[in-house]
């Protein structure tokens, strides 16, 4: 009956039937983003991922997160259902070129990751000075 319930109440991401070459699962993690004045405010669930587990690059304009999250195995115990899955979590987002990409900020706390994109300033106009050669 546990390998019913284990497999009927599992459902998978596009992320994880994508991923055939991994050995884990790979989870697209559930993010909210919300905007202020002065930046963009990005939500990431990562359950079971260890701050110094996560890996947050930005190249060119994509932004990616990655996330290892550690196996839970508990002494005295042996698991007959599971809902929650290990493995590890990846998400890309192409950003605007209106983000301030040396002063993001990035924490995690209780499972949820917080990445602070600031908006950067707007161009100011400037005079070029023509040169007669």
């Known amino acids: 009956m546990a390998n019913e319930l284990q497999q009927s109440g599992q459902q998978s991401t596009p992320?994880?039937?994508?991923?055939?070459?991994?050995?884990?699962?790979?989870?697209t993690p559930r993010t909210d983003i919300y905007e202020t004045k002065?930046?963009?405010?990005?939500?990431?669930?990562?359950p079971g991922?260890?701050?110094?587990?996560?890996d947050i690059t930005l190249d060119k304009r994509v932004l990616t997160?990655?996330?290892?999250?550690?196996?839970?195995?508990?002494?005295?115990?042996?698991?007959?259902?599971?809902?929650?899955?290990?493995?590890?979590?990846?998400?890309?987002?192409?950003?605007s070129d209106d983000i301030d990409r040396d002063r993001i900020e990035a924490t995690q706390s209780n499972?949820?990751?917080?990445?602070?994109?600031p908006k950067a300033e707007p161009a100011k106009a400037k005079k070029?000075?023509?040169?007669s050669v």
Do not use: H, S
């Open 38 to 46: 002065d930046a963009i405010i990005l939500l990431a669930e990562i």
């Open 15 to 27: 992320a994880e039937r994508a991923q055939r070459t991994r050995v884990r699962r790979v989870f």
């Open 128 to 131: 070029i000075q023509v040169k």
């Open 111 to 117: 499972g949820i990751l917080r990445l602070v994109l």
């Open 49 to 54: 991922v260890a701050p110094d587990a996560v």
């Open 65 to 95: 997160i990655q996330g290892r999250a550690a196996v839970q195995d508990y002494d005295g115990y042996r698991r007959v259902y599971t809902e929650y899955a290990d493995g590890d979590f990846e998400r890309n987002f192409t950003l």
